[in-house]
């Protein structure tokens, strides 16, 4: 099973990008999905989240009101307004097969299925 990231790049601070998740094999409208980020020395951290049947959301506060997640047919989205240096990190999307869809995962240890990262880079 392979879940694809892509989508980052370096952008100036309050720019903005878009980044897609894909799955090879996985159906990912089954899937409650995740994104994580990592910066430099630093741990990977939670971003946000979207149950499988992509009603409900969870985001860190500090990527709240600044980035949206959505499930499409092609997978899964994250779109990143008002970028700060403070965002970049490689971001990581996972993706779990919950017992129930509605439900939102903001754990590490809930994903089953792990992408490679993206790059994303915010300087002036």
């Known amino acids: 099973v392979q879940l694809q990231a892509s989508g980052g790049g370096l952008v100036t601070p309050g720019g903005s990008l878009r980044l897609s998740c894909t799955a090879s094999?996985?159906?990912?409208?089954?899937?409650?999905i995740g994104w994580f980020r990592q910066a430099p020395g630093k741990e990977r951290e939670w971003v946000c989240s979207?149950?499988?049947?992509?009603?409900n959301t969870q985001y860190s506060p500090f990527v709240k009101d600044r980035f949206f997640i959505s499930k499409d047919n092609a997978g899964n989205t994250l779109e990143m307004y008002n970028l700060r240096p403070e965002d970049t990190a490689v971001y990581y999307c996972?993706?779990?097969?919950?017992?129930?869809?509605?439900?939102?995962?903001?754990?590490?240890?809930?994903?089953?299925?792990w992408g490679q990262g993206t790059q994303v880079t915010v300087s002036s």
């Open positions: 979207i149950s499988a049947n992509g009603m």
């Open positions: 094999v996985l159906n990912l409208d089954y899937y409650s």
């Open positions: 996972a993706a779990l097969e919950p017992i129930k869809r509605g439900l939102v995962f903001t754990r590490i240890g809930d994903y089953e299925y």
